[in-house]
């Protein structure tokens, strides 16, 4: 056999977890403590968050590289998202590591998504660092949490070897970590160590080119679109003259303009990079995610990154409604489709089909979905989505489901209002532990569209202090319908703009989304129904003048405040039969069917076709 040699001034590290359990926050200290930063320098808070929506949302949604260098020492981190919906992200960033800290919050141990990528990175065969972060929380149960850990570990049937998992303690936001409990650690010092030690250095083969995984697809106004991954073997210069081998072992050349690698969160210009290092390539056009770039002549592809089928799919169509075109400033379907495709080049987990004027884009989640669409909004797309479905199989003539393991925790008092809405939904119980403390935890067994618009009934249920998570167990027979909304919509029946006098009088009828003065338009869903039938009203009524002097009190009205509809609220409102317009100022829900007669003929047809 060859032999295989170790660049040892190199580290190639993933940090993964649960969401929230600290990763980012980690990156930061990592970054204080390896001097990246002047004396007394202001640094903002989770740095790597760097994307507007991230900021906003407080969560890492794009896992991204940067690097910091300890005792002569590069080592390249990879902070991942650990939201279940760009689990892709994490598939993505495994392909560019050695090794991975796995984080785990003190309190809340390990959790459904400390699963999926513990078992990604036992499947990508990579050397595992624990790390029980969060341990100043004042209801840390360290030593609970870690044999959570072991049985995790177990029941992925992990080896003796990965078992033997070296550990560590620690405050991330303090920048601390220690290897026992009782003795309270100072910096990082250890971690460093600890990853120098554990994870394997960067390995290749000396005998062979220049190979490249393209792990990212990054872009530059200067430099055009640019292709990141780990040199698997050989070595990059500037100016090399490559190929780059796609899929179906397409070859394009292409030449090196500009080579660079990660020095701290930024981007550094080099001559030459090393086997094992992760580099930025800019010369190149026509590459994917997935695609190997080497030598030209030496024309082998690395494997393919693979990740985990979509599971959730939504349609985006160009606007129709009558109030189309005003505000966006791309509205056309082309330009809809493009930017659509653009999306599945750096989002691995993203596939679009094109049918007709309409797209079907297939993700990992509702939420993945509102990401997407909040950024297109704000680029300036104006478009229509429909329903999120779930993506169904049929094996052997037998229509099959995705199903999740879902977790709860909640406080006793709402456990009642919890069991009955999930088994309405087509929830099984599978397991239930009191935790003492009145809190219980529940884990069911529940078809992926149960979950879509439930989790804002289980906050109100469990009035913000429930946790809920999930992962998806499988695919198994459709376990039959149920409403996916137990009540109906208010909508429009005419054009105008809303007046109090009429909004008020609706106000009995259920819950409404527009204050006065909104422009509205027939068939515009402008409140959910108390019952389950959909209304058609008239928004837009003035009360009849009269020529009786009034007392004035009724001329003051005073409206309860209306429910604004966030996009992810629309999104889990909406039936099969709505969609919703959503413009760069403006978000509405409508009747796929504007006409308010055609969809009672449609209804009426129904009816005695089922006669
Ligand atoms: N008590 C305590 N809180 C921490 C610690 N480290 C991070 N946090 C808090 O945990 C929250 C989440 O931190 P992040 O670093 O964004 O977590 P993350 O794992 O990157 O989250 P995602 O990327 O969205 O999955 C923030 O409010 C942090 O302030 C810690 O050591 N102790
Ligand atoms: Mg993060």
């Known amino acids: 056999m060859k032999q295989r040699l170790k660049n040892k001034r190199l580290r190639n590290v993933a940090i993964i977890a649960h969401v929230d359990h600290g990763k980012t926050t980690l990156v930061d200290a990592m970054f204080r403590q390896s001097g990246l930063f002047r004396e007394g320098q202001e640094i903002e808070d989770r740095i790597m968050d760097n994307m507007e929506l991230e900021r906003e949302r ?15 020492v590069k080592i390249n981190i990879i902070d991942t998202p650990g939201h279940a919906d760009f689990g892709g992200e994490v598939e993505r960033a495994l392909s560019m590591a050695d090794g991975a800290l796995l984080l785990v919050d003190a309190s809340e141990g390990p959790l459904p998504q400390t699963r999926f990528v513990l078992k990604k990175t036992f499947e990508a065969g990579l050397k595992v660092i624990v790390v029980i972060n969060k341990i100043d929380r004042h209801d840390a149960r360290p030593q609970e949490v870690l044999n959570e850990i072991y049985d995790l570990f ?28 009782e003795q309270k650690g100072e910096n990082l010092q250890l971690l460093f160590e600890t990853i120098l030690d554990q994870i394997p250095a960067p390995e290749y083969d000396p005998e062979l080119t220049f190979q490249m995984l393209v792990s990212d697809l990054g872009y530059s106004d200067y430099l055009g679109r640019l292709a990141i991954g780990k040199v698997m073997n050989g070595r990059a210069k500037n100016n090399d003259s490559l190929v780059c081998i796609g899929e179906k072992n397409r070859q394009v050349p292409l030449k090196v303009s ?3 690698t990660y020095e701290g969160m930024k981007l550094k210009a080099t001559e030459y990079a090393d086997p094992g290092d992760i580099i930025v390539l800019a010369g190149v056009s026509d590459v994917k995610i997935g695609d190997t770039i080497c030598t030209l ?37 082309s330009k809809i489709g493009e930017r659509l495709f653009k999306e599945t080049l750096r989002n691995v987990a993203i596939q679009v089909e094109q049918e007709g004027e309409t797209f079907l884009v297939k993700g990992r989640g509702e939420f993945q979905m509102a990401i997407l669409i909040e950024t297109m909004r704000r680029e300036g797309f104006e478009f229509s989505i429909g329903r999120a479905e779930v993506i169904y199989k049929k094996k052997n003539g037998i229509l099959l489901e995705p199903v999740e393991h879902l977790f709860v925790d909640c406080d006793e008092a709402s456990l009642g209002i919890v069991t009955e809405k999930l088994s309405m939904r087509k929830g099984k119980i599978i397991n239930m532990v009191n935790k003492g403390s009145s809190r219980v935890r529940l884990e069911f067994s529940i078809p992926a569209r149960s979950l879509i618009g439930y989790r804002e009934d289980f906050l109100t249920d469990t009035r913000g202090m429930g946790i809920m998570n999930a992962y998806l167990d499988g695919y198994e027979e459709y376990r039959g319908d149920f409403p996916c909304r137990f009540t109906g919509s208010i909508v429009a029946d005419r054009q105008g703009i809303s007046v109090a006098y009429a909004l008020f009088n609706l106000e009995p009828r259920g819950q409404l989304f527009i204050g006065p003065g909104t422009p509205v338009y027939e068939g515009m869903v402008i409140g959910e129904h108390n019952r389950q039938n959909d209304i058609n009203v008239n928004a837009c009524k003035e009360k009849k003048l009269s020529n009786m002097r009034a007392s004035g009190r009724d001329e003051n009205i005073i409206l309860t405040p209306y429910r604004l509809m966030t996009l992810e609220r629309a999104i889990h409102f909406i039936r099969e039969d709505e969609m919703v317009e959503v413009t760069p100022k403006s978000l509405r829900i409508r009747k796929t069917l504007l006409s308010a007669q055609q969809r009672y003929l449609n209804r009426t047809a129904l009816k005695k076709a089922a006669l």
Do not use: H
Request: charged residues 25%; aromatic residues 8%.
């Open 297 to 333: 002549g030496s024309t082998k592809a690395l494997k393919r990154i693979s990740v985990e089928e979509p599971t959730v799919s939504m349609r985006f169509t160009i606007n129709t409604s009558p109030f189309s075109g005003r505000e966006g400033k791309f509205v056309r379907s």
């Open 58 to 72: 407080g969560i890492t949604i794009a896992a991204k590289n940067c690097s910091v260098t300890w005792r002569d």
């Open 258 to 260: 500009k080579l660079q």
């Open 154 to 181: 177990i029941d992925l049937d992990a080896t003796d070897e990965q078992i033997e998992f070296p550990l560590l303690y620690a405050i991330g936001r303090e920048g601390i970590v220690q290897t026992r409990l």
